[in-house]
């Protein structure tokens, strides 16, 4: 168990409709980041935040947003779903600073669109 | 950005042998970390072992070892006596200073009993 979890676990849902996945981090984690692996491929890094600020962002897509909370747990909003939005999303989290702190990842989030 | 290149996307090991996975990445920091995460059937992302830059000795974790080279920017996961749970999806990662993790696009390895 690495300390990160993600809900749901599966989601099921169709084309146009909006969904919310939820990440708490690690306790004492302060950075939270956001990917996305779809079927057989490796993974695309959507967006970063560190204490609820956005730090970094990659290759999302502007249908989707993302925000951190006080509590420090994050939600990622997948809005106008797409067949192709169908993957595994993951978030991951460790501690800022350089000292070699090692990202950590939930389980995941399975989305199917139909 | 730095880049992550794994070259080998499928590799296979008969089970009690040694197999060695290649990573090499792109960077102008002298600081940074490196990485090496399985990704098992579960699809869940697991910690194998993780590098120091500054640190000359080569990171070791049971049959799960490195070779780092600084200065080829190489860094290779040997897997010594193979186990067919070691069947997964390997991925190698960077992390510098900016806090941000890179991920190169993952090797398979099959396990042959």
């Known amino acids: 168990d690495s300390g990160v979890t993600q809900t749901p676990k599966h989601l099921i849902t169709a084309t146009g409709q909006r969904v919310t996945l939820r990440c708490s981090p690690r306790?004492?984690?302060?950075?939270v980041y956001w990917y996305q692996q779809s079927l057989d491929q490796g993974l695309q890094f959507l967006i970063q935040?560190?204490?609820?600020?956005?730090?970094a962002k990659g290759n999302i897509l502007e249908r989707f947003s993302a925000q951190q909370f006080p509590d420090l747990h994050s939600e990622l909003n997948l809005s106008s779903l797409e067949l192709g939005d169908s993957a595994l999303y993951f978030c991951?989290?460790?501690?800022?600073?350089?000292?070699?702190?090692?990202?950590?990842f939930g389980e995941g989030s399975w989305l199917t669109v139909v | 950005a730095q880049t992550v290149t794994q070259s080998q996307p499928e590799m296979s090991v008969q089970e009690a042998e040694t197999v060695t996975l290649s990573c090499t990445y792109d960077?102008?920091?002298?600081?940074?970390?490196l990485f090496w995460y399985k990704q098992p059937p579960s699809r869940q992302m697991i910690l194998v072992i993780r590098q120091e830059a500054y640190k000359q000795q080569n990171a070791t974790e049971n049959r799960f070892s490195v070779n780092f080279q600084k200065a080829a920017k190489s860094f290779s996961l040997k897997i010594s006596d193979s186990q067919l749970g070691d069947a997964a999806m390997y991925f190698c990662a960077y992390r510098g200073t900016g806090n941000q993790f890179y991920f190169g696009t993952g090797t398979s390895l099959t396990v042959i009993p």
């Open positions: 306790s004492g984690d302060l950075s």
């Open positions: 960077t102008s920091e002298s600081d940074y970390y």
């Open positions: 991951a989290s460790s501690v800022r600073g350089f000292s070699g702190n090692t990202i950590y």
């Open positions: 935040y560190y204490n609820g600020e956005e730090r």
